[in-house]
């Protein structure tokens, strides 16, 4: 008895021991990586799993989950923080979509490494350190989605997050196919978590264009803003890095978790292009609403200006609108005009995908 009652307390002691050591060693950032000398397609993947997930654990249990937690039973985005605990060799994390506790089996754990159990299904993860100095604050940041499948796509298709006043101005699309535009407020925590993700994926440092255009593949580009200017542009078609993912789908998602709902009116006229005599300069969507923004918040003037591009947009309100780049002339339908003044030249006054291109009948 006396043996059976030592051998307990020894186990107990070294579970604790073991769990001790967990707490330290699973503090900081992880991403999902391949399972070392095996086939990724070996594995079976949940249906939902078109990503590589990230964990960020903090201490006092606070976890952060890459891209987040949603349900695709009611189609909801539930926030990516929540918190976790280490038990007898278990992480358990708590699943707000599903109101109940993820239960991880630790297989391995080092300093840099984890390997967990997710129930029969093995995942394999490695410890990242971000440099984030180089990446700087930014005001604005915009995101748009177009075709293709990226969960809760097809319900939002434009975030504009404005980090100054804490507020999202967004568009979703309802059940009669309408599009109706809403504004709403965000916490602290969600504004600094996108933040926080757009530095870790070392946004000023990528590509301007990931993948190529792929028939039925969703498309997806970011303007990020500072000092009233795009200081950043990206459109992806697909391929892009994990980080820049997480990143963007959590600004694609925050109107799920935005407080202060209301409608507010819709200023974007779908900016498609500047038109020249001679060649294009192709907008992103991101890019076009930004423009549209700026175009809804100037003043008018009664300057005269050289019309130097035509613009493509998918409102019909307007008949014509012309430009120089930073004035823009409003030809009305009721053959009035109208003037407006952006306060700068917007075509090289920001950080553009594209530039002008050959018309193709050249």
């Given at each position: ?16 021991t073991q769990d001790n050591q967990y707490d330290t060693y699973i ?276 300057l005269q200006f050289k019309e130097l591009y035509r613009l493509t ?36 006054g920001n950080k553009l995908v594209n530039t002008f291109k050959p018309?193709?009948?050249?």
């Amino acid at each position: 008895m006396k043996a059976l009652l030592l051998f307990l307390l020894t186990f107990l002691a070294l579970s604790c021991t073991q769990d001790n050591q967990y707490d330290t060693y699973i503090l900081g950032d992880w991403i999902e990586t391949e399972p070392p000398n095996k086939i990724k397609d070996s594995i079976e993947i949940p249906l939902e799993h078109f990503y590589r997930l990230g964990y960020t654990f903090e201490k006092n249990g606070k976890v952060i989950t890459k891209p987040g937690f949603i349900n695709y039973r009611d189609n909801k985005y539930y926030g990516s923080r929540s918190q976790y605990k280490i038990k007898d060799g278990y992480v358990s994390v708590y699943n707000p979509s599903v109101k109940k506790w993820d239960k991880l089996k630790i297989i391995k754990l080092t300093q840099d490494s984890l390997e967990v159990l997710d129930g029969d299904i093995p995942y394999y993860y490695i410890k990242k350190k971000y440099n984030t100095a180089s990446n700087p604050d930014f005001d604005g940041v915009i995101v748009t989605n177009s075709g293709g499948y990226i969960p809760l796509a097809n319900q939002i298709n434009t975030v504009f997050i404005n980090p100054a006043n804490h507020n999202v101005i967004y568009n979703r699309n309802i059940d009669d196919g309408q599009r109706v535009t809403m504004q709403g407020h965000i916490s602290g925590n969600d504004l600094s978590l996108v933040q926080q993700l757009f530095k870790q994926a070392d946004y000023i440092k990528r590509d301007s264009v990931y993948g190529e255009m792929v028939y039925d593949v969703s498309q997806t580009s970011v303007a990020v803003l500072k000092g009233n200017r795009i200081i950043k542009s990206i459109h992806i078609y697909n391929r892009e890095p994990t980080e820049l993912l997480w990143a963007h789908l959590a600004a694609h998602y925050l109107p799920d978790v935005v407080t202060n709902i209301r409608k507010t009116d819709e200023f974007s006229l779908g900016m498609e292009a500047f038109e020249a005599a001679n060649s294009t300069l192709s907008l992103t969507k991101a890019e076009g609403y930004f423009l549209s923004y700026l175009l809804s918040s100037s003043k008018s003037t009664p300057l005269q200006f050289k019309e130097l591009y035509r613009l493509t947009y998918s409102d019909d309100a307007v008949g014509k609108i012309t430009s120089d780049g930073r004035y823009y002339k409003y030809y009305f339908k009721d053959k009035t005009t109208k003037t407006v003044d952006i306060g700068y030249n917007f075509i090289t006054g920001n950080k553009l995908v594209n530039t002008f291109k050959p018309n193709e009948h050249q």
